[in-house]
């Protein structure tokens, strides 16, 4: 039993992952095949800071919720464990800020210590009158890739560089199920207008003394359109940038003083930090995840797609739940081929 | 008097701190820093620098509160400015956390400390040894950079500091009017307190930039306080014990207790090991005295004795003794003019 991935982010990753785990006992004749143009840390896995955060609404898409649950447990179930640090695996609290009271989010039971700021803690952020403290998580995509990748590689499953241009392409020869994690160019295999680039760019700084993360919210201008700043293991990330429909990987000078401008008023202390390098790339946004199985008629063979891409900017929080979800399609695909009863033939 | 002449024995937090406040309040006078050691050697330099107060038995707590709070104040204003790097000052937030609940749930410090709460208990699974925690977000103050911060600011106004050992507070009364003991351990021979005593703390400097938090054992025995560029992990307390070199096994015991607070830290690289000496006693000693041989008198305030709490209350402190020093101030001055009569 052949399944192709098509991406090497942290969604392809961790759903190949999730679904080696779960089948290769009971399907021993299972062969996964990593296919992708990019792979850590040229990913946009890889430019995300790492924050374990969803959005401030998840507009009653109640599964995509507990999708994020289900991955923030996982991940907190393995805060202790010797592989932590490999995975890029931390605690980290800090602030959220408004201009005004909004509804508590989604998510303030899923993390930990959720509470309201107090007036003094408003003191250290003029202009904003709201907001909220918690503990999340951070996992570093440059930490958590490569580490994925060590689980598959021990695992057996193989990895190509190449540029997948068509279903058709890996699903001849003997692979029944593609695994379709292609984030933002989906849009290549299949239109989907609903898939759009939601721009980011960030600039990466050396600030070790910043142990807080803060987001910033502009309920008028939209999420990710506000100054945050993100310290990770090695850097902090400040970043602020989120334009719809923008397809330039290109560095813009002009958000990068918007960005740097935004964030010093912020964050004063950050005046004295030490520019490394920006960095942009497309969060392939849409207005839910398309997490979904669909048989292909390619020429005269079918074949079984599971979609699993337009994670937006929340893919590192909502990972390990969609992984789960892929690998029940997986698992009903492998029902009605009846393979967990006996070894797989030649698809005819 | 046109421009007294103070002498500040000692330039840990204490002596360059105290220095600098008698400068704001005092701006006439010329102030001279006089140590043995200066930072990265003293015993400021090994401590952690976290505003976690530590209760002086015999010191009313009201002026302990007050001590702490205006510390706080002064810090968490520069770690909200350009300075904060520099000064080596940023917030932490993070847990402390106790085998069974203590007696006293709420210590006098908690509405000074910003969002103090007791933990949930989703919070306290991190911890199954532990009953009780409290979280909450403070300051810390990186040692050198803070001490090197307060040896700049002191230079800007013209103080000078001089390497040198005081061994007798009376070398320097044909020098200076007022003499100022910052001298925390060195009070013992400099002043002979017997209240004053050592404990030793011995701690790690380790590399282990993914801890974000501090966390804290309320029994002070094992504590992570993750600074700019190293973590400290502590620690002991070994009262009356003189001894500043490192102890491996008490090396092994520490990282095992931090360890079972924080497991990621068996990731931690780069181990250094420092001690130092808590300038202890019942009560931190911020007061007047006047020395007198014979006819000659040497006004002297003292501000020692701050154990395992100076950085919690340091500008505290060294605001009471520039206003006792403005007192010496005031008293030779009255005393001159009536010489005058």
């Known amino acids: ?348 | 008097m046109a421009s007294p002449k103070v002498a500040v024995v000692g330039a840990g937090v204490i002596g360059l701190s105290t220095a600098l406040c008698i400068t704001e309040t005092c701006p006439s006078c010329s102030v001279t820093v006089l140590s043995d050691q200066f930072s990265p050697n003293t015993t400021s330099d090994v401590a952690a620098g976290m505003l976690i107060p530590h209760t002086y038995p015999d010191t009313p707590i009201h002026r302990q509160r007050q001590w702490f709070k205006e510390t706080f104040t002064y810090l968490f204003a520069i770690s909200n400015s350009r300075e904060a790097s520099e000064a080596g000052i940023h917030l932490v937030s993070g847990w402390q956390v106790f085998k069974s609940t203590p007696k006293e749930e709420l210590p006098f410090w908690s509405d000074i400390v910003l969002g103090f709460r007791p933990m949930s208990e989703a919070e306290l699974q991190k911890f199954p040894q532990h009953q009780f925690g409290q979280a909450f977000t403070t300051l810390k103050c990186d040692c050198p950079p803070y001490l090197l911060w307060l040896e700049k600011r002191l230079k800007a106004t013209g103080s000078q500091m001089y390497t040198r050992k005081v061994a007798d507070l009376w070398e320097l009364h044909s020098e200076y009017d007022i003499v100022v003991n910052c001298a925390g351990m060195g009070a013992q021979q400099l002043v002979g307190d017997k209240q004053l005593f050592p404990v030793r703390g011995q701690v790690l400097k380790v590399h282990a930039p993914w801890v974000k938090h501090f966390i804290r054992d309320g029994d002070g025995l094992a504590y992570i306080y993750p600074g700019i560029h190293r973590v400290t992990l502590g620690g002991t307390r070994e009262k009356g014990s003189l001894s500043l070199s490192p102890d491996p096994g008490t090396t092994r015991d520490i990282f095992d207790r931090c360890c079972s607070l924080e497991p990621s830290l068996q990731g931690a690289q780069d181990i250094e090991v420092k001690v130092g000496l808590r300038p202890s006693r019942q009560c931190v000693r911020v007061q007047r005295e006047v020395l007198s041989q014979g006819d000659v008198k040497l006004p002297v305030v003292h501000n020692y004795g701050h154990g395992a709490g100076g950085f919690s209350v340091h500008r505290g402190t060294a605001n009471e003794a520039a206003h006792l020093v403005g007192e010496c101030i005031s008293a030779l001055q009255g005393s001159s003019s009536r010489a005058k009569l």
Request: charged share 20%; glycine share 10%; proline share 6%.
């Open chain 1, 1 to 348: 039993m052949r399944v192709a991935v098509i991406g090497a982010g942290v969604i392809g990753l961790s759903s190949a992952l999730c679904i080696h785990e779960q089948f290769h006992g009971l399907v021993p004749s299972l062969e996964l095949e990593v296919y992708a143009d990019h792979f850590t840390p040229h990913t946009i896995s890889d430019g995300a800071a790492g924050l374990w955060q969803p959005y401030l609404s998840d507009h009653g898409n109640l599964q995509e919720t507990l999708w994020n649950k289900e991955t923030f447990d996982y991940l907190l179930g393995h805060l202790h464990s010797p592989a932590a640090k490999e995975m890029g695996l931390f605690l980290i609290s800090g602030y959220n800020l408004f201009m005004e009271p909004v509804p508590d989010p989604s998510w303030k039971n899923i993390v930990l210590g959720f509470r309201n700021l107090t007036p003094k803690e408003l003191e250290l952020f003029p202009g904003y009158s709201y907001g909220w403290f918690n503990t999340a998580l951070m996992l570093e995509g440059r930490s958590y890739l490569p580490w994925l990748t060590n689980r598959l590689t021990q695992r057996g499953v193989k990895f190509f560089h190449k540029k997948v241009e068509s279903f058709q392409e890996v699903s001849g020869d003997g692979v029944d199920v593609v695994l379709n994690c292609s984030g933002m160019h989906a849009g290549d295999l299949q239109p989907d207008p609903e898939l759009q680039p939601g721009r980011g760019q960030i600039i990466k700084v050396l600030a070790p003394w910043v142990k807080h993360f803060i987001v910033t919210h502009d309920l008028k201008s939209g999420v990710y359109n506000s100054p945050y700043i993100i310290p990770g293991s090695e850097f902090t990330v400040l970043g602020g940038i989120y334009q719809h429909g923008n397809w330039s990987e290109e560095n813009s000078a002009k958000d990068h003083k918007c960005i740097w401008d935004s964030c010093c008023r912020l964050l004063p202390a950050l005046q004295k930090a030490k520019i490394v390098g920006d960095w942009s790339g497309l969060r392939p946004a849409r207005p839910s995840v398309r997490l979904e199985r669909e048989s292909v008629r390619l020429g005269n063979l079918q074949a079984e797609v599971i979609h699993n891409y337009g994670h937006g900017g929340f893919g590192i929080t909502i990972h390990w739940g969609c992984a789960m979800a892929a690998a029940r399609l997986f698992g009903s695909i492998l029902q009605e081929k009846k393979q967990l009863a006996r070894p797989a033939g030649p698809r005819l």
